[in-house]
């Protein structure tokens, strides 16, 4: 039976470390072909979280899995949303949209996201804190 990539594991794929935490695609157009979408899992220690920040032409979805924390996503007048989510709560950033996540809890928060179309994860490799991880890390 041929290999096929429709069961992605975070440990099978290279990592994007920062000093805020982790992204691991586990779906995307390099990953399987995906072409409408891309996500993987996000991993934040206790404490950190990733900026304000925006996907100009991209939608976002974000999946709280474990760990508690602090979400904002700007409305359509620009005026940050903030909330306390937790494990099962979904976030939906709108196209465009500024948004970030803190965790605020005493353990590791993880969370999974998908972009559309997919792309924006991409231009993560331009920030200064970048650096590939070996899969598995």
């Given at each position: 039976m041929a290999k096929t990539n429709y069961f992605v594991y975070q440990e099978d794929v290279s990592t994007f470390g920062f000093d805020w935490g982790k992204l691991s695609l586990t779906v995307a157009p390099e990953i399987n072909g995906a072409g409408r979408f891309s996500g993987g899992v996000v991993d934040l220690p206790s404490g950190e979280g990733h900026a304000r920040h925006n996907h100009p032409g991209a939608e976002e979805i974000i999946f709280v899995i474990s760990g508690e924390?602090?979400?904002?996503?700007?409305?359509?007048?620009?005026?940050?949303?903030?909330?306390?989510?937790?494990?099962?709560?979904?976030?939906?950033?709108?196209?465009?949209?500024?948004?970030?996540?803190k965790n605020t809890g005493s353990g590791p928060m993880q969370l999974f996201v998908v972009y559309s179309p997919p792309g924006p994860e991409l231009a993560l490799r331009e920030l200064p804190d970048f650096r590939l991880l070996p899969p598995g890390s």
């Open positions: 924390g602090e979400q904002m996503v700007e409305d359509e007048n620009g005026y940050p949303i903030t909330t306390k989510v937790g494990p099962g709560c979904t976030i939906y950033v709108p196209e465009s949209r500024f948004h970030s996540t």
